[in-house]
């Protein structure tokens, strides 16, 4: 009897303080990215729900790792969603004895992954071919202005 093996991780954010839609501004534009894709684009953006979906993205990678010991290289992110979440409810006081409510709303974030290399639906990326100039050797010269010798160096 043969087992499929699961190709899926999740990580699940609930109670996240912040409206729904700004998180899903943010979440349409990492969906369907790879991981390391996603973590430069996270880092980068100015929002402020980014935070709470770089955690969540780096929480399910480290699932897929520890639960089905897949390298972070192969992963992509399959599905992204977010929901509304409960609404806390606060009176403001206000002049002459009357109260203002305020209404705090949260969200549910949830993160799946996909390990491409156990799918058969994906092409390998090692499979695909590599120009000749990348397999070799390259090493980046800087050249120092302020010394009067010119002298190279390599990084």
Known sequence: ?????????????QHISMSADKARR????????????????LELMPYRACYSIFKLVYS??????YNMGSNEVNLVISQAEVNEGSTRKKLKPRARGRSYPIKRSTC????????????????????LKKPKW??????????????????????
């Open 1 to 13: 009897m043969l087992k499929k093996k699961k190709t899926e991780v999740y990580a699940l954010g």
């Open 26 to 41: 943010v979440i349409d534009q990492i969906r369907g990215r790879s991981y390391e894709e996603t973590l430069m684009i």
């Open 108 to 127: 549910h974030i949830t993160i799946v992954m996909k390990d491409i290399s156990l799918d058969d639906e994906y092409v390998k990326v090692d499979s």
């Open 60 to 65: 399910a990678a480290a699932n897929a790792s």
């Open 134 to 155: 990348k397999n070799q050797y390259t090493a980046m010269a800087y050249h120092d202005m302020d010394s009067s010798e010119g002298i190279w160096d390599k990084k």
